[in-house]
């Protein structure tokens, strides 16, 4: 295999090795047809069992019950910050905003109708998460929505919200599939796929059947739920290549055993690298408060830019890709996504330890 880097990219994130290898060995000849998956119909016999095993792949890692629809979608998690008003809001809808992500699903939801932002950490630098019993909601709220791990600041939901009554819809980008999720809570679960899940081009949607029902009757068809779930997600020419790489996506992390075997990992790769942060005398400091601490992105900043300028280049050089903060925020965030090696943070820690005693 050619040599592969540590690569701490926020998104599109690594994909792990073997599905690379897979994919790379089928390019040619999906499993033995003679043509590769981007050259068949996707209403081939061809095509049917890989959207199939995506969908399955998803169903059990996540125990998805079946009064829930599984689709495949374009347009990005962007797309969902739209579609999800233009379906379902109404009345007003509530809105917890914990970081930039949840800022812009707001911006376009208020072109729909009435928003209440019910919460946000804008004040404080978005470093926080709410308490449960903080939430208060509008007791009109067509749905809530939330961020359950905002990517840019690194800050994570430790439970999944309730609405109390009101149907809840997330944006779980960039920690679906790192650990168990309790789907019943949730109406809609959304998430671009280019972190844990596949390529970018892919959007998973997870939607109760009920809400379904809701979809307007006059709805433009390629923004229609009803109609893309009606259709099994080929309303018109899905995102094929992206689709089998969900399903070799699936199949990997199956093997891993499963989700919680993924969180375990997840949690000791995390622990390593904020245990790193925490016992570095302040040279790090963590961006998220202790209890908001995002297991997927570490966010924290050095003394200085110039000192994070070059840790970044320093990083490069020693074979770790990706590290630059988000370029709204600055700073540092390392992204250890399921298919990022627990090695790659062992040795990350092994450089900051090095770079903070010669610059500290
Ligand atoms: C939490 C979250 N939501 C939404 C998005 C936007 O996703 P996309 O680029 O697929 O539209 C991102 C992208 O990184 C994200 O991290």
């Known amino acids: 295999m050619k040599k592969r880097i540590y690569n701490f990219s926020a998104g599109p994130a690594i994909l792990p090795a073997e599905v690379l290898e897979k994919a790379q060995d089928e390019l040619l000849s999906l499993g033995g047809i003679g043509m590769s998956v981007m050259e068949v ?39 969902q910050f739209s579609m999800i008003p233009m379906n379902f809001l109404r009345r007003a809808a509530d809105y917890v905003v914990t970081g ?68 809840v819809v997330c944006d779980a980008s960039s920690n679906i599939l790192s650990k168990p999720l309790d789907i019943e809570k949730y109406a809609l679960i959304y998430a671009g796929a280019q972190k844990n899940i596949g390529p970018s081009g892919v959007t998973l949607v997870i939607i109760r059947d009920d809400l379904l029902e809701k979809v307007p009757a006059n709805q433009f068809s390629m923004l229609d739920y009803r109609a893309i779930a009606a259709n099994d997600s080929m309303l018109n020419t899905p995102n094929t290549w992206g689709i089998y790489l969900v399903s070799l996506v699936c199949e990997w992390l199956k093997e891993k055993g499963g989700v919680p075997a993924i969180e375990k990992i997840n949690r000791e790769k995390a622990k390593i690298l ?30 200085s830019e110039a000192l994070e300028k070059q840790f970044v280049a320093e990083a490069a050089g020693n074979g770790f890709d990706g590290l630059k903060g988000h370029r709204s925020v600055g700073g540092i965030r390392a992204s250890i996504y399921n298919a990022f090696p627990k090695e790659g943070v062992e040795e990350l820690v092994e450089f900051m330890r090095d770079f903070s005693g010669k610059n500290g």
């Open 41 to 79: 119909s996707h209403r081939s016999k061809y095509f049917a069992p890989v959207l199939e095993a995506a969908e399955k792949g998803i169903r059990e890692l996540l125990e998805v019950p079946e009064n829930y629809r599984i689709l495949f979608l374009q347009g990005g998690a962007s797309l």
């Open 274 to 303: 904020y245990n790193a942060i925490d016992q570095s005398d302040g040279f790090y400091q963590g961006h998220a408060e202790k209890a908001a601490r995002s297991l997927m992105n570490v966010t924290f900043r050095l003394p």
């Open 100 to 167: 930039a992500w949840g800022e812009k699903a707001v911006k376009e939801a208020k072109k729909c109708g009435a928003v209440n932002v019910i919460y946000t950490s804008r004040e404080s630098g978005f470093r926080s998460v709410p308490e449960e019993d903080e939430l208060n909601f509008s007791q009109t709220a067509d749905y809530v929505h939330y961020c359950s791990n905002e990517t840019i600041d690194g800050v994570e939901f430790k439970y999944d919200l309730d609405g109390k009554g009101a149907p």
